[in-house]
Every structure is written in C-alpha cells, then in structure tokens.
C-alpha cells in the first residue's frame, strides 16, 4: 500500500521511543535464549553423563567386606564395585581426594588428556584451575610422583564437596583425582565403600534399594553408613542450580517483555493520536479499516521481528560462555551443544505475538471514531479527573501543580516509567541481597551458631569417654511418609559447648532439648510440640521424635537430640559416639575416619564463592542501569513531545531554559522515587520465593536480607539515571521553537 511508504519517516520522528522499544526486545530475547539453551544443554549433558559412566544410584558401608559381590549382582540386577579412597594433605589447608579408579559404577569422564596408565593421575579440572596445574605436571603421594595425564569428572562428584553437610566447595582448598587399581593398592590406604547402580527398569528404584538393604540385613550384614544419590548434595546442588535457571529463563524475559507492550501501547496510542487527521483523509479517500489496521500494526511487527532475530541471535552467541561458566562450578564433560530450534523459534515469535495483540486493542479503540471525528483531529484530553477533581492544588506553587497535573493526566505513561523503575531495582538490588544473605549466612553459621573447628567422623560406633573433643553421634534418617525427604540426626551432648542456638524468639535453646533447624522445619511443615514419624536409614527401624523448639539457623536439614536420650532411643550402649567436635586438631589415624572437616575450609569456601559474586553484581547493576536509562529517557521523551505546545508557550512568555527543564523534567521525580521505594519490598518477596524453590534440593536455607547500605547505593545509581536521562533530554526542548505555540493557536 502506498500509506506505507511513511513508516520509515515516522518512525525516524519518533526513533528514540522505538529504539526503546528495540533494545528492550533485544534483552528480554536474549536472556529468554540464554537461559532456556543453558538450561537444556545442561540437562541433556547431566542426563548423558549419569548413563554413560554409570553414575550411582546408592553408595554404602559395611562393617564387613561382601564375599558375594558376583551373586548379588545377578539375584538384584545390578552393577556393585567395590571402591576406596583415602584424603591426602597436599599442605596444611589443601587436600586432595584420591580415588581407585572404577570400571562398572561411576566410571572417570575425562575431560581433556589420556586415559590412566601406571604412574598417572586425573584430577578435577577446578580444582587445577584454581591451583594453576596442568597435564604434564607432577603430584607427589607418598613420597611417589605421579603424572597428570588428564583432567576429569567422576558421576557422583559433580559438585566435589568434601563432606555433605558442606553448602559451597572450594577448588582452592579440596579437590578429587583418580590413579589406577595398581598405583592404590602399592599405597595401601583407604576406605572402603560399594557404589551399585540397578540396571532395567528403573521407575522403582526406591523399592529396589530397600530389599538391597532388607537383603543385607537379613544376612546379619551391619550397615554403617547409606547414601541414595537423591540424598547426595555432591549431584543435587546441580539440580537445585538447574531449578533457579528454569525460573529465570521464564520470569525475567517475560517481565520485560510486558514492559515492552506496555511502551509500545503508550507510543502507538500518541501516534494515532497525533496522527487522527491523517486516519481521517485516509477514510474519505476510500481506505478500509482492515487496510489501515494492517498499517499501523506492522509499526509492532517491524521492531519486534527485528528485536526477536537480532536478540536470538546474541542468546546464541552467549550459550558457549555460559555453559563455560557453569562447567567451571560443576565437573561435567561437555560434548556438543544443542540449539533447540523450537525455543529459538519461540523466542523470535513471542515478541511479535505480544506486541500485536497489544497493539491491536489500541489500534481498534482509535479506529472506532467516526471518519469525521477524526478528520477534525482529535486533541489531547484535558479534562481534570476523579482524582485531581479531589486534590486540593489551589494552596501549592505553580511548579507543584503543573507536575502533579502531568502526572495525573498521563495514567499510562507514570505506571509504564514506575514499572521500569520497580524492574531496574529489583534488578540491581538482587545482586546485593545474594551478597547480604550470603554474608549473614557465613555469620549465623560459623560465628555463632558453630563453635568447633575441627569434625571429625568415625568409620564405626565408638564408645566410652573420648580423651579430648566433644562426642556426636551422627544417622541419617527419612520421613517415613516420604523416603525420598531425608535428614541427619545429631546426638549432641546436653552441655554442648559447640553448638549454640536461638528461636525466633531470639532466646538461646538449651542443647538438653530436641532442636530442629530451620530449614527443615520448613521442609516438613514442623512447629514446636509437633512429632516427626522417621526411618533410621542404616537400619530401617521406625522411630518418633517430637520436637522441643525450631532453630533459627540457616544451615542443615538437621535434628539435634541429647547424646544419651539418642543412644537409648537406639538401643546403644551408653557413651557411644560416632564423631568428635574440637577447636584443635587432634590424632586419629586416618583408617578410622569417615570424613574429616575443618570450618576454616566452609569459611575459605565462602570467600572464594563471594569473589566473583561481585562480577555478577557489578553486570546485573550494569543491566539495570540499561533498563532504568531506557525507560526513563522514553517516558522523558514522551513528556516533551506531549508538551511541546506548552514548552513554546513558556518561551513565548520569558521562561528561561532552567525553569523549563526543571517545570518539565523533573514531573517524574515522585514516581522514580515511589518505583524505587515499592521496588525493595517487591525484591526481597521475589528472592524469598527464589531463594525457597531452589533450595528444595539443598540442606539449607538462605535468609532473605539486604544491608541498608546496599539500598542507599542502589537509590543513587537509580537516581543518577534519572539525571543522565534529563540531561540527555534537554537538546530535545532546546529545539523547540517559540513558533510551535503560535502554529498550534492557527490550527
């Protein structure tokens, strides 16, 4: 059609609005893109990895070694290996976990390098990352040297904690490797344990695991430790990692894209709006209202087509980085990417969908004006509304009204600039409550809540008197409504000086009690008095336990019992322990150990997480910022462009340049302000319900808070914005001229 030869010129008068517009497109396709391929390409590469190297669908100990291994492979059709490991100190604060390498049950992906021979090791490759080794250099065990030959991953170690209870690893400080079945048995150390995976159909796998351990029992075969890989936080952080980027490919995109209709509504509605006359002529020269429709919608259609390709595009760019990043936290191989082309698809088509539809309802209101109507040229609408009919103005300076009245009389573009504000805060602020909580988190828990330094963990029930230390028990359990909800059990001793508490209340809780953390208090939906119906995992034999008061700790899925009331509730001997808490390293050989753990390692680990926090921090800011400018500059725009008669009107009658850019300019400051103030709460709510979804998998809690500093540097960068916005919007009334009051009086 002819009439859409003008799309070019009127699109170039109003460009920076869809230029907005654009880049707001581009955004909310690229982290739609980004997050949605990071996702799939991270599920697929977990999902190949657990079935090609076999990953473990249970581990366990023994307290003695299975002389049938062969039979019960046939009798549960499964894959049993017998494995060790045994914790070598590299230094003081640096350890490394030297497995036997495998061949049936969670078998060494390697990475990059060659497979093992004598003389060879592979190690994880964070963990040589992070001490700046490469393939070809020597580690020393033992008085032996062995060579890197590659780096890799091993199933049940996609995210090497070195303990479950720990929340974050630290590559610095801990990492795992793998040397041959002949190289370990030459340094004859170790524990042993069995990993099995069941083969055929595995819809039933918990009832395949509980006649596995039925069967043990049975046997007389005491089992001294058990641990589902559901149970294992070493492949669940992953989970719950995947779980919070599902969420994210969804509700940021779509919060932006809303935005976007939003804009695009405001700006063609001014459009129409200026351009009712042109409508009008086109009507009386014979023009349909299909063929007019068909116009104004492909203004929609142009830049959301090119926002969706272009912003497409750069997700795909960005999926090869991100996937890097994420590798670089998680051991896992990377084989080949996918691009999924019905989210590629997806992406370019949701902008173009939303945008037309929403442009279609402004379009079809403007178009129901009698030709005539429009012919006339529809002028602005100035009558005073409810609310300005109701406020009391006549008491306020002039400057004061003008910018109350704007407001009031611009409904949609004030709620579209609140809206981009809210948006840019929760934005920028999600950075520094991630850190605040995290901060709070590293306090609670070991500052306050922890006062040992040293566990220690025994391979067996220990009993008596220890020399030095405080005795611990340590069992897990499941809730016996739900196997799959597991727990650890603590027996502390009722004058425990290592563990310390408080309720909600902010009283401390007396260990003498039955405490459980908060995080599973959550889980099961526990308040004090309640009874919890729970499974002793190792022995399968049910037990109640009612709870005297919840913990305010963030920190575990975890029940604290006195030491004696547990022994009795297990029927074990009085004075049995199977760990030691200590605040000084103490001499235990090491075959007598399950786990060792320092809390200087949980602090090192969270000082090592925190540093690239900030990276993190400072591109989220960053990406505010251009949300904020954006949106701030447009809605700015839109002032002017609808107050250009009285911008030339006030020069007409003296005003200098200053009173017109503080009369026009600054009518938004109330609602950036209000966006900015409505913005924090909305945060915290959202990061609550983040925090709360992703955590599921997780044996903690993270608390949802934000230093006030934080929220005074984030209202200045806001603010700053908006002045940048101003000050790039002053050239726009410098040209307006005194001659468009005069032309409009004409007309």
């Known amino acids: 059609m002819i009439i859409n030869k003008k799309i070019k010129r009127t699109m170039l008068e109003s460009k920076s609005q869809y230029l907005g517009s654009l880049l707001l497109i581009i955004f909310s396709c690229l982290l739609f893109t980004m997050f949605n391929l990071v996702s799939i390409n991270l599920s697929g590469l977990l999902s190949s990895f657990e079935k090609d190297y076999k990953q473990e669908d249970a581990a366990f100990m023994t307290s003695k070694k299975l002389d049938n291994p062969d039979f019960l492979e046939a009798k549960f059709n499964m894959n049993l ?113 069995y990993a099995v995976r069941f083969n055929g159909d595995r819809s039933n796998l918990g009832k395949k695991i509980s006649e596995l ?209 809210i948006m840019a805060t929760m934005l920028l602020l999600m950075g520094f409550s991630a850190k605040s909580s995290l901060d709070y988190l590293m306090k609670d828990s070991f500052s306050e809540a922890f006062k040992y330094n040293y566990q220690y963990v025994f391979n067996s029930v220990q009993n008596g008197k220890p020399e030095k230390g405080e005795a611990f028990s340590e069992i897990p359990f499941a809730l016996k409504s739900d196997a799959n909800l597991t727990f650890t059990v603590y027996g502390v001793s009722s004058d425990s000086k290592y563990i310390s508490f408080k309720n909600k209340a902010g009283n401390v809780l007396k260990s003498d009690k039955i405490i459980i953390t908060k995080p599973l208090a959550d889980k099961l939906n526990i308040n004090p008095s309640d009874t919890i119906k729970a499974v002793n995992r190792l022995d399968s034999k049910e037990y109640n336990i009612t709870v005297d008061d919840i913990a305010e700790t963030y920190v575990g899925s975890y029940i604290y019992i006195p030491l004696d009331k547990l022994n009795a509730m297990l029927k074990f001997p009085p004075y049995s322990y199977t760990g030691l808490w200590s605040t000084e390293r103490l001499s235990i050989p090491e075959s007598k150990l399950l786990a060792f753990v320092t809390v200087d390692e949980m602090r090192n680990a969270f000082n090592t997480i925190t540093k690239p926090l900030q990276a993190v921090i400072g591109g989220i800011a960053f990406m505010s910022f251009i949300i904020g400018l954006i949106v701030i500059y447009i809605v700015t725009a839109l002032t002017i462009e609808e107050n250009k008669e009285n911008i030339s009107l006030m020069k007409v009658l003296g005003y200098r340049n200053k009173e017109v850019y503080s009369l026009i300019l600054n009518s938004s400051s109330f609602i950036v302000i209000l966006g900015y103030i409505l913005g924090v709460p909305l945060l915290l709510a959202s990061m609550h319900a983040l925090f709360k979804s992703i955590t599921k998998d997780m044996n903690v809690s993270f608390p949802v808070t934000i230093n006030y500093i934080y929220v005074i540097v984030g209202f200045i960068i806001i603010y700053l914005t908006y002045e940048l916005s101003k000050l790039l919007s002053r050239k726009k009334i410098n040209k307006i001229s005194m001659s468009e009051a005069l032309k409009s009086r004409i007309e």
């Not at 400080?173 to 042993?192: H, L």
């Not at 299909?290 to 969706?308: D, F, N």
């Open 81 to 193: 290996e017998e494995t060790k490991s045994f914790d070598y100190s590299i230094s003081e604060n640096k350890t490394l976990r030297i497995f036997r390498e495998n061949t049936k049950v969670n078998i060494p992906a390697i990475i990059e390098g060659k497979n093992l021979s004598n003389g060879g090791i592979l190690i994880d490759p964070s963990y040589a990352k992070a001490n700046k080794l490469n393939i070809g250099d020597s580690i020393k065990l033992y008085n032996q040297n062995f060579t890197i030959s590659g780096f890799m991953s091993i199933p049940n170690y996609i995210y090497p904690l070195k303990s479950e209870s720990d929340i974050i690893n630290d590559p610095s400080s801990f990492g795992i490797a793998v040397i041959n079945k002949n190289d370990f048995n030459n340094i004859n150390r170790g524990n042993s344990f």
């Open 213 to 421: 351990k039925g069967y043990l029992r049975s046997k007389n075969i005491i089992i001294l430790s058990w641990m589902n890989v559901t149970d294992n936080p070493r492949v669940t952080y992953m989970t719950a990692k995947l779980s919070g980027i599902d969420k994210m490919s969804s509700s940021m995109p779509m919060s932006i894209l809303v935005l976007t209709c939003i804009l695009t509504g405001i700006v063609m509605l001014r459009m129409l709006k200026r351009e009712a006359a042109v409508i009008g002529t086109l009507y009386a020269l014979g023009y349909k209202k299909r063929e007019i429709m068909k116009h104004y919608l492909l203004y929609p259609l142009a830049v959301s087509l090119l926002g969706g390709i272009l912003g497409t595009m750069l997700g795909v760019i960005t999926l090869k980085p991100m996937i890097s990043y994420y590798v670089s936290y998680f051991n896992i191989p990377v084989s080949s990417l996918s691009f999924n082309i019905n989210y590629l698809i997806m992406s370019i088509l949701l902008p173009v969908v939303f945008l037309i539809i929403c442009s279609y309802f402004v379009v079809n209101k403007s178009l129901k004006a009698s030709p005539v109507e429009l012919m006339r040229g529809r002028r602005e609408n100035n009558k005073v509304g409810f609310i300005e009919k109701n406020i009391k103005l006549d008491k306020l300076d002039f400057n004061t009204k003008f910018q109350i009245r704007e407001l009031l009389r611009s409904i949609p573009r004030s709620v579209f600039l609140m809206l981009g504000v």
